[in-house]
């Protein structure tokens, strides 16, 4: 099985300052159709997963443009430009392209 | 609007079984990626289980042989089978679609499945 691993499993950060969350997989994620299939999810206390970036760089509908993720083959980055109180929650990395797996989560909070 | 309503948690004792249900709207979930994934107390998320359009299926290791993912066409619903439970089943269970498009992602609210004495 593909293992997601996320770094650092938390993140404190003062508000307006800049989040960085690192994701690596233990294969490559090229699919044999060329596509990387890597999302971003948030997950707010209390609430369901809502889906930030796919396919490595995308940016969901609605998401604020202070969300960008990059990245390639296995290794990958979601960047918070300037973090706000509503960013609070925990954050996961999934791989689509060999089955689907999460990476273990990093908990962004406000110093 | 897209909505996906999930039903059939609950508390079963070990070697139990459930059927979980995620009635969709807005969408067929037929021609969609589904998936279900869990998430124990305090823990990250898992996917247990996923449907693909094509009708393909897969199951995580750990739920192979116990579990079953099927969709209900007319009904446009999305199933998943649990028998022989664990107590390390124990988890809220979510139904998803993602079609890694610009389609977007849509998550049910959550399903508690506890299985104890």
Known sequence: DVVMTQSPLSLPVTLGQPASISCRSSHSLVHSDGNTYLNWFQQRPGQSPRRLIYKVSNRDSGVPDRFSGSGSGADFTLKISRVEAEDVGVYYCMQGTHWLTFGGGTKVEIK | ?117
């Open chain 2, 1 to 117: 609007e897209v909505q996906l309503v999930e039903s059939g948690g609950g508390l079963v004792q070990p070697g139990g079984s459930l059927r979980l249900s995620c009635a969709a709207s807005g969408f067929t979930v037929s021609s969609n990626y589904m998936s279900w994934v869990r998430q124990a107390p305090g823990k990250g998320l898992e996917c247990v289980s996923v449907i693909y359009s094509s009708g393909t299926t897969y199951y995580a290791d750990s739920v192979k042989g116990r579990f079953t993912i099927s969709r209900d066409n007319s009904k446009n619903t999305l199933y998943l089978q649990m028998n022989s439970l664990r107590a390390e089943d124990t988890a809220v269970y979510y139904c998803a679609r993602d079609n890694y498009d610009s389609s977007g992602s849509d998550w049910g609210q959550g399903n508690l499945v506890t299985v104890s004495p």
